[in-house]
């Protein structure tokens, strides 16, 4: 018979594998961003990839680089997607990846 592994509702277990893990305190940094609102605009597939990039931007540097990326240009300039009606995270991402993404101060 195999032991239970024991495991608190937050913390780690004998392998040391977390439960839960919070991106707005490890180590008392905070690697999580602005919160992005799509207001009447179906666009949740543009600000999901693109509150991604910017997370794994922040991440991969530590918070070095803190990017606030413009959904609005992505929704409005890619061909890839159908504006407000709709589209893909995918094609958000190759749109970013052939053109670029712009800042929100842009």
Known sequence: MEEEM?????????????????W?????????????????????YAVAIISAIEARIRIQS?????????VSSSISCSSYNQGCNGGYPYLTAKHGKEFGFVSTDC
């Open 24 to 44: 707005r305190d490890v180590d008392k940094v905070n690697f999580d961003g602005p919160i992005k609102r799509q207001g009447e605009c179906g666009s949740c």
């Open 62 to 70: 530590n918070r070095k680089y803190s990017p606030n990326l413009s």
């Open 6 to 22: 024991k495991l608190d509702i937050c913390g780690k277990s004998d392998s040391e594998i977390p439960r839960c893990f919070d």
